[in-house]
């Protein structure tokens, strides 16, 4: 055999010192996460995933925590669940909060002492909570005529897992972490195709179903009883830009849907509009206009060539 | 360094009791699994998954199994494999089958004896399924420029995986395990965008490409050789209620689809009406009303304003 | 207790004998992957997945790769990650290269030496890389009223990912390695539900938002500074057919869309038209036939009924 | 590169079925663990090793347990840890019945009930057996001049765990189950390479040093705060033959040792012999007598030459 | 806060440099396992870890194996372990092979070819090696009184795992592997604390009992039927010197212990000496000189003191 | 089927209340690692194993660390590698240093800079100890006859672990974190059977063979080139009581054992005694007087009965 038989490829050497300095310096010039002098560890996606599979097992614990609980062991495990994943959570608060704009963040038992509290008041909103998430799944079991049970509810409807996560999410929004929130959100996009902004505000008994595409804006303002299909879109319009150009953040500009209204696949909703209760906006409709309570929208048809 | 110091954060007390005692509440008053005064163990996402990667691993060693298998070892992979799988299956379905309202649950011999026997049809109908997925891949070569190799539609192509899940999982269905068959659709829903009622029926060589937002419905019916593409909704126009009020479930409300029918993307079908064989439906297209065979629909152009 | 007592399920008798016999059957007459009486083996989707997140380490070392690096750390780091993805991904190429169908591939050397090659050169782009998709990211701190840092738009924004997964699988692409750079690409959609195909020409600082359902095709070419919203198509219109109505592989039929354009949420655009620079397409329009720079076409309105 | 190029090594056939058939014959000709027509599912020492881990931290769960406990998380901790515990117990309990001589295994409820019972009274003796090991850590304390803190006796020697090992094994062996009590006390053995029989009956405070090569047999007895070092053997000077020249199991044949005898490196003592309270045996010492309370037993010294 | 308060500890900037410098002179200045300018991949470990548990399951497939294997699955499980074991095992033997003085290494093809031949005849040798471990399995039930079955011998004895380990490091050992077959001893003696060298020869029907400390040389020979106890010694007395003063390796220097012989714990058995078929070696005798066939030895009592 | 069937195992009520109150009873009134109020966290024995891999793999790379590291990609590898490990090591100091009795543990930032200065001079001690442990390993390639390779000698020789765990201990002991020390040494000693107190001081060249059952006492020390084989004490005679009867900790009690002595298998030496430079010890020796240089002790034969 010659002397070009290759080596194993495992001891390329790949010359890899320019490539290190280039690198460095594109580091350097470009962006760069040191505040003040000091690198901000940024919370960690796995372990959130942790925290929100942590809490989902202690609101369900038949459903997404462990087989086999009877009535005495499932205080013990919902118990120690909630030390373990509360632990857990307020490490990843402390870590968001040094991106807040308004904290003087190397004040760290200032930042430690909020993230408890923050962390403390997450855990007292549970119980409330877990009835908002059991509206959702009454809504889901009545408003489905292909669910059999609340199992398979819990177990195999993407729109459950979105809706999870988006009440975690907007709890944590609402307490003041919105970097957390927003990481929250998008795992549950991630995972089902569905998302939603932390800071949407969305009533009890609230219903996705198959639910891909489904996009529901930071200011968009959702009722009691909301039934939405996949694709929807709950949009903005346009953005407010400031005298400099420059985008407004945060102006109200998705739309305000109240109770009872129900949303078929493919609609697009777009800007701050109001679409009156009880109303029903068909598939694939574009609207960009308030309609009042009870209306029915619907789209043109296709035409056949 | 003074008093307040933070201690380290995880020996935060929570003061998790009122919270768990709500908790407790809220679990008692709401729902509840146990079922004639047994909790019902459920079927397992993780265990399932398995399942589906060691039926896929079974089917096409080469390509989902291991790699390096010849001539010689490939039985003794299939078969071991087939072994492991069935079993894990075998108890998924035992699980799954406590929560059909038929079965008279608390007969434990009765129902490890049906869950054996439709454990044991699932094995027997593999090689027919492996027939059937290996059309729906020459569909896909034939029907994408894209596509270089069947290696590269088995790998790289989420239609080919939906496509496997949805097969199993109606395979499933029919055999009388409709909530492990929903668990299966919704796996592979998470994993390809692509949501495929596991009661569907759906005829050999079908291709779905790009795929993110497909929806199939309940009762659709497809046949030979039908090709989407992604965003297309194949739903219900309207659910059938009863005297009541109350949703029927069950009844045909999605569309039949005939041999050699083509859906653009983002076209939506709906109701219980019929595309005739070797139809074209054009994107974004909106039909709710049953077109004859050949037919070819197209929707509007936009107009530059 | 009597002898109808079921054993353990795990000591069923599945008689996979006939099973496997069929299987065997199946695969010895349908599909083949030895190729001149040898299996190539295939690239692994777990690994590729491992290439990817170590290149993004080794590029944004802060945000993906390890907490707690600092100036000394940082390149020790760079250096080690690279090491070990490039050991791995020469692996990979030179098993995408055996289904090169330009390649002698039972030429272990050639493929080898290539393998070397293209890993070299794909390192080598690394920097440039990187500011390409800096680019982006201060696109979507630009164009996103509710983005509020980098760190927020590198951890919770999918289009971040499809587009860090678009430029790694392009450049793969680029470099001779089409089936690669599909399974990157591939995973990058089933993260994301953004579908790009590797082959498409994407300029500097796009930006993505929401993304889920949005597809863009083989031939497509984009400018700088495009941004896309969700469940936009830039597709095909019809597929070239050759004299024996065979399709025509890798014909330019994607639109071209010039700098500065922006396309709204659901708009689909087919066929190889070009969208002048600095145009607005409206959400849900419907696009077949070029338009002029500065253009603004949007859709009509549903109607309420 | 001529045809002489190795294929890669995975593709090699083996040409195992001539190798499989005598396995298979080897196997039906010499040992067979079916019992009357059924395969014994046989204990996990995986599952045991959880288990002893389990009640490890049960026992001492600062020590054992999770770090960052506090005074109200702990509780649920110990309960929640017991319940997983505890129910892997009873499996393996269940396994390990089956073994059992005394049992007719087929009566599957029956010997569900009794490995129930057993796992409650085992679930029950837990806070005597804590107190034994608590004593045995005070001895430890005292006993070594090299022992600076409970938590390095606690993690740092392996006496400490050996015992822990044993006083579990030994309750198994006494509540019934000495197959599972005989793995337990294994795998402390190969932790620590000290080996004691989990019949064996070991009063408080009991203390071992360095402890590699520490033999102490089935039938040995000791009382209270006895220590010893490495390499002391407590074993039998002879096996009783029955009539027919087999041996007879289970009679007494090893030491007794009473209360506040010390027993230092490489002793060995045979026999059914009582070593009087508060003797202390020398280093290396063979004895195979008995000796009185106060004995001072050493061995001769070796010759320089 | 001051600014005394301490970063969090990650941050910390080792100043590696010149302990980098320094450890790389290190290396380059005292041993370097290059050979002929390239680097040799060592054997794993861990892998090796896995191939003695593959051939252990292979070889005892209920006792090592999987839990629930029937008639008709176990040879489908022994086929695809032994598949899966052998490819792990070749890749191995072509690593030690490359230590091996004898060979010129750098003839990757004929490496290759000697590895897979190894491969082979070890496959081939199983049959007769469960046979001899079956011997030793049955020995232990004849030779302790305190074993009740065959599963306790099996899962539970450290003498089954060392015997078990040595018969396989053996077999390596002879087929010309012995770099191999020295880490396969290494691993069973961390096990169990029983050094037996892969290079002794040892006839069937063995058992060691409680076995920590026993150390069995490389060029000792053991008949039939022998039975050690833990601490037995069959060692060197004097390692031969060549005219240099350097070591002479390999030449005989360990005992040969003929047939039915017992040695008792702790006894020291050393050079090139037989020890006459029948014999009884006594607990703690220092034996340097042949004894005839039916020998009883033992030593003087200590005395009290 | 009665009502008699057993539920599965799992949902077994164990009535843990009584327990775990017993159990926490137990917990406060016996011991409590509380300090001044606070909980003190552990030192994690899983992640000193880490610790003592990365630092073995940044000494050894080769041996230790990653297959095919070339000249260009190992010094990344071992800046990467100790950068990690020195990070866990930090955190355990800290840990280990609040259980130290000199400090005032609630000073977190003292402790903090202790904790990093410590690890400071243990990463500065590195290259040092590097060149021990090569000495070591080439005394043991000169003194056994059965060793082949360096490689061997790295990768299967317990000895060597002992030694490398020692050195490293060793430092840590040296330089003020003694808990810590310690638990590494009870790593070690668990993986090899070898005894070696982290304080006793070893010359270099040291070689240990076989080696299970070693033990070196805490005030021992050891010169150049020594060489020990299994079972070999290096023990105290006596533990010196001070007026209380109390141990005397720390006094001088262990031998010291000059250059260029060989101590045989189960010799005992006991005592602050010397054993001259250049001596021997025979096997199973019992050791308690010092002896000149150059000495040849030996035992008394057994004799044959």
């Known amino acids: 055999?010659?002397?070009?038989?290759?080596?194993?490829?495992?001891?390329?050497?790949?010359?890899?010192?320019?490539?290190?300095d280039?690198?460095?310096t594109s580091r350097e010039s470009t962006h760069n996460i040191r505040h003040q002098g000091r690198v901000r560890e940024l919370p960690s996606r796995d372990v959130l995933t942790q925290v929100v599979n942590g809490v989902s097992a202690a609101l369900f614990p038949t459903h997404y925590g462990r087989p086999d609980l009877n009535d005495e062991s499932i205080d013990y495990f919902v118990g120690d669940t909630l030390n373990v994943t509360l632990d857990r959570l307020v490490e990843q608060v402390r870590r968001a909060l040094r991106f807040s704009p308004q904290l003087e963040e190397d004040d760290e038992a200032l930042l430690a002492n909020r993230a408890r509290a923050i962390t403390h008041e997450f855990?007292?909103?549970l119980p409330a909570l877990r009835a908002l998430l059991v509206s959702d799944v009454q809504a889901a079991l009545a408003g489905d005529p292909a669910a059999s049970s609340v199992a398979e509810i819990m177990l195999c409807y993407p729109g459950t897992i979105a809706i999870l996560y988006h009440r975690l999410a907007h709890c944590l929004h609402r307490l003041g972490v919105p970097f957390?929130?927003?990481l929250v959100a998008d795992i549950g996009h991630s995972l089902t195709?569905?998302?939603?902004?932390?800071?949407?505000?969305?009533?009890?008994?609230?219903?996705?179903?198959?639910g891909t595409g489904v996009v529901?804006?930071?200011t968009a303002i959702l009722g009691e009883r909301v039934r939405l299909y996949q694709a929807v879109t709950l949009g903005a319009k346009r953005f407010p830009v400031d005298a400099n150009g420059a985008l407004v953040k945060g102006a109200p500009r998705h739309p305000i849907v109240e109770d009872d209204v129900v949303i078929y696949a493919g609609a697009t909703i777009l800007g701050r509009i109001t679409v009156g209760a009880g109303s029903t906006i068909g598939g694939n409709v574009w609207?960009?206009?308030?309609?009042?309570?009870?209306?029915?929208?619907?789209?043109?048809?296709?035409?056949?060539?």
């Open 123 to 125: 855990a007292a909103s």
């Open 216 to 218: 529901i804006g930071e």
């Open 180 to 182: 957390l929130a927003r």
């Open 22 to 24: 280039a690198l460095r």
């Open 1 to 20: 055999m010659n002397s070009d038989f290759p080596p194993s490829s495992g001891s390329v050497q790949w010359h890899l010192g320019p490539i290190i």
């Open 287 to 305: 609207l960009t206009q308030s309609v009042p309570p009870g209306s029915n929208v619907s789209q043109a048809q296709s035409r056949n060539t």
């Open 193 to 210: 195709g569905i998302d939603i902004h932390p800071a949407a505000t969305i009533g009890g008994s609230f219903f996705i179903d198959h």
